[in-house]
């Protein structure tokens, strides 16, 4: 099954309850502005604030390369400043969070041709920025549609009440996973005293987003063990057995997910399959047989606590830099801070205390 245009929003209308409508470029997919920013993130997505070189902030909102390790890549954080964090990016470009977001799938055939449709296109369209591209490359295998498979992945693991990302640091050696799913039990009983994203899974990045968007939640989230999941995404080929088994090898992750439109076979019985009907256009998921058997030579415990500090980073992205340093001092009684200091910092500070100041921010 090869995802274009038409099969993009059939996918949608299988799954999801938003509103499909018709532009003058295509069928498109009304998101309120939290989720259509996710999208962009995960899938990238271009807002059409310029019709030659669209905004995503895919690759924006990293933090590290590499798991256990706590330097930084330019991204959220430059050194020890916050730099491309939600909050900052609303007060320069608040059309992101404004109002509700139309994703329109776009098969591109030449790069020529998409610049005159989108510039005929923005210049008759009232507002530009309420509209996403997501571009369907037709001269790639597989349309190049990778990251909507990780986005329908990480949505259907949000559900089942996992935190999920895409493109997941692990290490350099190894390569980076299309797909990672968390259960850390510590981290949600400390989001559920503070009553928020405690009903059901969320996006990693929804911990940046607090101070955005209303996160409250008065359902609390069925217990869970402590769980870490991996998955492959390909559209273009169906050979994934060599690199999940990579990822499984380092004993950090319960199972493997072979990701394709198309693959409903699994190629070992540690691995689950998550591919689309294709009649029904309805998602297909086939959990693995058993739980990896590696055991590899890492820690599943130091990961835990790792991935806690991972994750009280993108809570701290909440704030701007005058917020984080009054934060530091009223903690530590100092304002300047090297990028160590700050590592140290958050890996002594609770996520309670971090989401207690974030809230003052309000």
Same mark, same amino acid.
């Given at each position: 099954?090869?995802?274009?245009?038409?099969?993009?929003?059939?996918?949608?209308?299988?799954?999801?309850?938003?509103?499909?409508?018709?532009?003058?470029?295509?069928?498109?997919?009304?998101?309120?502005?939290?989720?259509?920013?996710?999208?962009?993130?995960?899938?990238?997505?271009?807002?059409?604030?310029?019709?030659?070189?669209?905004?995503?902030?895919?690759?924006?909102?990293?933090?590290?390369? %590499?798991?256990?390790?706590?330097?930084?890549?330019?991204?959220?954080?430059?050194?020890?400043?916050?730099?491309?964090?939600?909050?900052?990016?609303?007060?320069?470009?608040?059309?992101?969070?404004?109002?509700?977001?139309?994703?329109?799938?776009?098969?591109?055939?030449?790069?020529?041709?998409?610049?005159?449709?989108?510039?005929?296109?923005?210049?008759?369209?009232?507002?530009?920025?309420?509209?996403?591209?997501?571009?369907?490359?037709?001269?790639?295998?597989?349309?190049?549609?990778?990251?909507?498979?990780?986005?329908?992945?990480?949505?259907?693991?949000?559900?089942?009440?996992?935190?999920?990302? %895409?493109?997941?640091?692990?290490?350099?050696?190894?390569?980076?996973?299309?797909?990672?799913?968390?259960?850390?039990?510590?981290?949600?009983?400390?989001?559920?005293?503070?009553?928020?994203?405690?009903?059901?899974?969320?996006?990693?990045?929804?911990?940046?987003?607090?101070?955005?968007?209303?996160?409250?939640?008065?359902?609390?989230?069925?217990?869970?063990?402590?769980?870490?999941?991996?998955?492959?995404?390909?559209?273009?080929?169906?050979?994934?057995?060599?690199?999940?088994?990579?990822?499984?090898?380092?004993?950090?992750?319960?199972?493997?997910?072979?990701?394709?439109?198309?693959?409903?076979?699994?190629?070992?019985?540690?691995?689950?399959?998550?591919?689309?009907?294709?009649?029904?256009?309805?998602?297909?998921?086939?959990?693995?047989?058993?739980?990896?058997?590696?055991?590899?030579?890492?820690?599943?415990?130091?990961?835990?606590?790792?991935?806690?500090?991972?994750?009280?980073?993108?809570?701290?992205?909440?704030?701007?830099?005058?917020?984080?340093?009054?934060?530091?001092?009223?903690?530590?009684? %100092?304002?300047?801070?090297?990028?160590?200091?700050?590592?140290?910092?958050?890996?002594?500070?609770?996520?309670?205390?971090?989401?207690?100041?974030?809230?003052?921010?309000?």
């Amino acid at each position: 099954m090869e995802i274009g245009s038409k099969e993009c929003i059939r996918i949608f209308k299988a799954n999801f309850d938003w509103e499909i409508i018709d532009t003058k470029i295509g069928q498109g997919v009304v998101m309120p502005p939290k989720e259509a920013f996710i999208f962009s993130i995960v899938t990238g997505a271009g807002y059409l604030d310029n019709p030659l070189y669209q905004f995503t902030p895919k690759g924006l909102m990293k933090l590290f390369y %590499n798991a256990f390790d706590y330097k930084f890549v330019s991204g959220i954080f430059e050194n020890a400043t916050l730099k491309h964090t939600p909050y900052i990016l609303s007060k320069v470009k608040p059309f992101l969070f404004n109002g509700s977001k139309i994703i329109v799938p776009v098969e591109i055939e030449t790069e020529l041709k998409l610049q005159a449709t989108l510039k005929e296109f923005y210049s008759c369209t009232k507002n530009p920025t309420d509209y996403l591209i997501l571009r369907i490359e037709k001269s790639k295998k597989g349309n190049g549609m990778e990251g909507f498979m990780e986005y329908l992945v990480s949505e259907f693991f949000k559900t089942k009440g996992f935190i999920v990302e %895409n493109q997941i640091p692990l290490a350099h050696a190894i390569g980076s996973p299309d797909f990672g799913g968390y259960h850390l039990t510590q981290v949600f009983d400390s989001l559920k005293k503070h009553g928020i994203l405690s009903n059901k899974g969320f996006h990693i990045i929804e911990l940046s987003l607090l101070r955005l968007f209303d996160s409250s939640s008065d359902v609390l989230q069925k217990e869970m063990p402590n769980a870490t999941i991996v998955g492959e995404a390909k559209t273009s080929t169906t050979i994934m057995q060599k690199q999940l088994n990579k990822y499984l090898e380092t004993g950090l992750f319960e199972f493997g997910i072979e990701i394709h439109p198309s693959k409903s076979k699994p190629s070992s019985d540690e691995f689950a399959t998550f591919s689309i009907d294709p009649t029904t256009f309805k998602i297909i998921y086939n959990p693995s047989k058993v739980k990896s058997v590696y055991t590899g030579k890492y820690s599943k415990s130091d990961y835990y606590c790792w991935l806690e500090d991972y994750m009280k980073f993108y809570l701290l992205a909440n704030l701007d830099n005058d917020e984080l340093s009054n934060f530091y001092f009223e903690v530590t009684s %100092n304002r300047r801070f090297s990028q160590i200091d700050l590592v140290n910092f958050i890996k002594s500070v609770s996520i309670d205390k971090l989401v207690n100041f974030i809230s003052k921010k309000k």
